[in-house]
């Protein structure tokens, strides 16, 4: 019975996202913004950058609903080590009388393309993909790997720790070696530090980002694990991220940022099977079965 439940409600959940039958839509006349590609894809690609424990993987959470936190060794050590991916919808309600910041709001991937929430409307103006990255010193490369895909990226500054710590001003570099100027700059766990020391950071991020390529970028002050703030982070993602250029008609390009082997160890040789490689498709289109 719950088997049968449960495949009714993903039934009706596909029914209200919008058709992707490539039999019949017309590629060439797609964009990232198209009703057909963002009700099931996500065309923004933006990494969380920052010092370890800042508090990347809980404000994707707080905007996805995915704990990106899933292996054994990271679950123990409570800290991110691979590269984690969430994806997550942004919507915004029309509504002039839906006050600011909650006429934006966010749900998982496999929410539906319009959300009613109260008496306003939300419809669907984002689909975004997070490549949560690893904070750690020793895990830089793992985190340059993820930049790779980035199209824009948040930096996590925890609001009671002294601002730059090592990691944070690593991973702004990087980020202006691959030539990313799309930054959003998240004063988190504002919750736990009174007003005046949050006013004083505020100023001493400004001074450690000047001359970089965050020098103009907002400061949005958050709590993530309250979700405190999370709208307003919705709506410069929003509003302050670029959509970018993604063309549909020429052949699939696919930027490789991970792989592994789906083989257990002492497998026998007739039966191997392939690796699985994970990554970010840049340009066109992969049709089932290719």
């Known amino acids: 019975i719950n088997l049968d439940l449960s495949t009714c409600l993903m039934q009706d959940r596909q029914k209200q996202l919008a058709s992707q039958d490539l039999s019949s839509l017309d590629v060439t006349t797609l964009t990232p913004l198209s009703p057909e590609v963002i009700s099931r894809q996500a065309t923004i690609n933006i990494g969380t950058i920052g010092h370890v424990a800042h508090g990347k993987s809980t404000v994707v ?3 996805s609903g995915v704990h990106t936190v899933r292996f054994k060794n990271e679950l ?15 919507y915004f309600c029309k509504d002039p009388e839906c006050p600011r910041p909650g006429n934006f709001i966010t749900r998982g991937s496999s929410a539906e393309d319009v959300v009613v929430q109260g008496k306003w409307t939300y419809e669907l103006v984002r689909h975004v993909s997070f490549v949560d990255c690893p904070g750690h010193d020793i895990l830089m490369a793992t985190m340059l790997n993820g930049a790779a895909v980035m199209d824009a990226a948040l930096l996590l500054i925890a609001g009671n720790e002294p601002c730059p710590q090592p990691q944070t001003s690593e991973h702004l570099a990087a980020v ?7 930054i959003i700059i998240l004063q988190n766990k504002i919750d736990l530090v009174k007003e005046a020391a949050a006013l004083q950071q505020f100023e001493d991020i400004r001074a450690f980002v000047k001359g970089t390529v965050a020098d103009e970028s907002p400061i949005v002050p958050i709590s993530a694990q309250l979700r405190y703030n999370i709208d307003v982070v919705a709506e410069y993602i929003t509003n302050y991220i670029p959509v970018p250029v993604r063309d549909f008609t020429c052949d699939p390009k696919l930027i490789v940022i991970r792989s592994f082997d789906v083989n257990k160890p002492g ?4 039966d191997l099977r392939g ?3 994970g990554g970010s498709i840049l340009q066109g289109v992969l049709r089932l079965g290719q």
Do not use: C, D, F
């Open 275 to 277: 690796g699985v490689a």
């Open 61 to 63: 959470k707080a905007i």
């Open 76 to 90: 123990e050590r409570n800290i991110t080590i691979k590269l984690g991916y969430a994806n997550a919808k942004i």
């Open 176 to 182: 202006e070696i691959m030539k990313l100027n799309k």
């Open 267 to 270: 497998e026998e040789v007739q």
